[in-house]
């Protein structure tokens, strides 16, 4: 099943049942800046419905009038509106009155599509965007726990099905309502003993079409399935298409392509197949009704009853019936198209309406607090936290690295049982404690250097401080102020953050430097300068204005490091977090990523995580954490003259492995078990 047709992660379905009425909601919520055309677009469906269901009475009574000798008739039209006698007059009067409601009907058409269309743009925008806002607002464990494919289906496809259902589903089950309590009105007022033969058809077409929509159900939930298998597949090969050219494996993955394109191929002609029975099978009932009304009708018009039918009967009375009688059976085929349609629709708003409501992990309490002017004093209080048991994130990984496990494929596509038994199981275990009793406190303008083995809490402490997450116990403080009680726009705004893997956004090398900043071409040159990424972007195609494509993959690894560095320079934040900045380049781009740094970190409050020792080698601390504890803490030289854990590490770093003790050998290999 493809996240197309169901994103129910864990969170939504979490949270669905609480929701009443969505569509009704969002309605309110977002439509009610926009009701004018809604109710404009309603007007006129019924409007342009209830004028297409004219032209067959005006046949109906012109037939009488002309060719039968019967009053010229209109229900609920006074008789000395209509012209009487002449039937050229009322030839040409009914053909008239026909031409104004055909040419209503396509005028009100119009303004009904334009109208709706209108409404329904304008809410899909709004709840769009106010969905992303909400959705930005949202913590990091809800993005590493849901994935961006899950996220986008929201954003698109739910909102784009939300406009469909507003655009044309919505306008079309009016019609559909008007036209079968339009037809039945007017049969029962012209004849109700024919009116009820005429109208049987519709409980045997709702019967016939409620049992094609479930049976077919079934067969297009295949296609879903094989749509999303066929998908995955090529984005997975797409994706690794270096390492399928690497390994020569071309007719390998066509092979595996083909297979689950023929997979596809065969569940939708199965589809298919099947869905070619439904018109040919509603066309039968339409015959069929046809021809008994026809049979009836004729039958009773020529001997003046038929079996209990019996009373009087026009010829105009019978053309009308027919005609209403081929025109009735094909909206019940859309009222069960619609009626599928509405429980996709219901599940769309569902998952909309939750995502706006979504509880976020990491709150901002309602007196929160702005930082103003930042001196840059950072400190960690006894800090001590734990990841929840059901993220299952490395307490050391970086964003990137994170497991995002998907809990739509845990979930969404196991059977009930087994949802049952992997939720009973997230239950049973326990928080993975990822810092224990974590105090120290840097100065303004102190750099402090972070290294220890990978998962030792490195990176959550300082996810800690730009509060992605919460503490459990302690507190976190920046110029005494716990970053609880701080509004998390000046907290983060206080703070500059360069990654290992720096993300470029799409548009060129000026755009990434001011990202989100208004500022100078004098200025932004001034930060490239500082970040020693003027040169090289100058020697650029098209310097500062080079397009840096899709997340940077034009420039090089180093040289999208100094882009970012320089994004930091321009924001000229008081503290300054670098994770890993120097992890994935060479050593000659490292040298100038180390003269950048220094010119960046000058004065202001820093901190480094580094498995490269040789970045913090000039901290003024270095603390070494171990399974989420600060073993060791001291200078470069302290350190290494304590002969512990940072010793074995630079050890290990400048290749004196033989110096290595073996219980560290045998701790290594126990992480990397792990």
């Not at 919505?170 to 109208?199: K, R």
């Not at 507190?475 to 360069?498: K, M, P, Q, T």
């Given at each position: ?5 169901h ?5 939504i ?23 004018r ?33 019967e ?19 009322q ?12 040419i209503?009907q ?21 709840v ?18 849901v ?12 909102t784009?099905r ?37 109208l ?23 296609v ?5 298998d ?7 090969n797409?994706?690794g ?19 689950s ?59 009308l ?10 909206p ?26 979504y ?10 607090v ?20 059901d ?13 995002s ?21 997230t239950?049973?275990t ?22 220890g ?63 989100g900043?208004?500022a ?5 040159r ?16 098209d310097?500062?204005?080079t ?24 924001k000229?934040?008081?503290i ?17 990523i ?67 003790p ?13």
């Amino acid at each position: 099943m493809s996240a197309d047709d169901h994103v129910d992660i864990e969170y939504i379905e979490r949270y669905r049942d609480a929701v009443q009425y969505p569509l009704w909601q969002l309605f309110q919520r977002y439509g009610h800046g926009n009701r004018r055309w809604f109710l404009v677009g309603i007007l006129a469906s019924i409007g342009s419905r209830f004028a297409s269901l004219v032209p067959p009475v005006l046949l109906g009574v012109a037939i009488d009038a002309i060719f039968g000798n019967e009053p010229f008739e209109l229900p609920l039209i006074p008789r000395t509106w209509l012209p009487q006698g002449e039937q050229l007059t009322q030839f040409w009067f009914a053909i008239g009155l026909m031409a104004v409601f055909m040419i209503g009907q396509a005028l009100l058409n119009f303004v009904r599509a334009s109208s709706l269309n209108l409404f329904s743009h304008r809410v899909k925008h709004e709840v769009r965007t106010a969905s992303y806002q909400r959705m930005q607002r949202l913590d990091i464990t809800f993005f590493n726990e849901v994935q961006t494919g899950e996220l986008m289906s929201i954003l698109s496809n739910d909102t784009n099905r939300l406009e469909r259902f507003l655009d044309n589903m919505f306008g079309e089950s009016i019609q559909l309502g008007v036209l079968i309590v339009g037809i039945s009105v007017i049969l029962f007022w012209y004849n109700p003993q024919l009116a009820a033969v005429t109208l049987s058809v519709i409980p045997l077409a709702a019967v016939f079409t409620y049992w094609f929509m479930r049976l077919a159900e079934e067969r297009y939930a295949d296609v879903r399935q094989s749509v999303g298998d066929l998908n995955s597949r090529l984005e997975n090969n797409l994706s690794g298409i270096e390492v399928v050219k690497a390994f020569t494996t071309e007719a390998f993955e066509s092979e595996r392509v083909a297979d689950s394109s023929g997979e596809h191929r065969d569940a939708r002609w199965s589809a298919r197949r099947w869905g070619v029975r439904f018109g040919p099978g509603l066309t039968l009932i339409s015959g069929m009704g046809f021809a008994v009304v026809f049979v009836v009708g004729g039958w009773w018009l020529v001997f003046d009853s038929f079996l209990f039918f019996s009373g009087p009967i026009t010829v105009g009375t019978l053309v009308l019936s027919l005609q209403y009688a081929q025109r009735i059976t094909g909206p019940m085929s859309e009222a069960g198209i619609l009626l599928n349609n509405y429980e996709r629709v219901k599940a769309s708003a569902e998952r909309v309406y939750v995502l706006k409501d979504y509880p976020p992990n990491v709150p901002e309490v309602d007196d929160a607090v702005d930082l103003g002017a930042v001196e840059g004093r950072v400190a960690f209080e006894d800090v001590s936290f734990a990841y929840d048991a059901d993220t299952g994130f490395d307490s050391d990984a970086s964003d990137d690295e994170a497991d995002s496990r998907s809990l739509f494929a845990r979930l969404g596509l196991t059977s009930a049982d087994e949802d049952r038994e992997t939720t009973a199981a997230t239950d049973d275990t326990e928080p993975e404690q990822a810092l224990t009793d974590i105090d120290f406190t840097a100065d303004a303008g102190e750099m402090i250097g972070l290294v220890g083995p990978t998962g030792s809490g490195k990176s959550t402490l300082m996810k800690l401080l730009m509060r992605f997450y919460d503490v459990d116990e302690g507190a976190v403080r920046v110029d005494d102020h716990d970053v609880r009680e701080v509004s998390i726009n000046s907290l983060r705004g206080s703070i500059g953050y360069v990654s290992q893997e720096p993300f470029l956004f799409t548009g060129t090398v000026r755009d990434n430097i001011a990202y989100g900043m208004s500022a100078t071409d004098e200025e932004i040159r001034e930060a490239a300068e500082v970040a020693n990424a003027h040169e090289f972007i100058t020697a650029l195609e098209d310097g500062y204005d080079t397009e840096v494509g899709q997340e940077g993959d034009r420039l090089s690894g180093g040289q999208r490091q100094r882009v970012a560095i320089a994004r930091v320079v321009l924001k000229d934040p008081e503290i300054i977090v670098l994770d890993e900045a120097t992890s994935h380049v060479d050593n000659e781009t490292e040298v100038l990523i180390q003269r950048s740094l220094g010119d960046l970190i000058e004065e202001r409050t820093t901190f480094a995580i580094a498995h490269r020792l040789s970045t913090v080698r000039n901290a003024d601390r270095i603390l070494v954490l171990e399974d989420g504890e600060v073993v060791e803490r001291g200078t470069h030289e302290d350190l290494l003259d304590r002969d512990g854990l940072y010793a074995n590490l630079w050890s290990v770093q400048v290749g004196e492995v033989d110096a290595l003790p073996e219980e560290f050998l045998e701790q290594a290999a126990a992480r990397d078990r792990a």
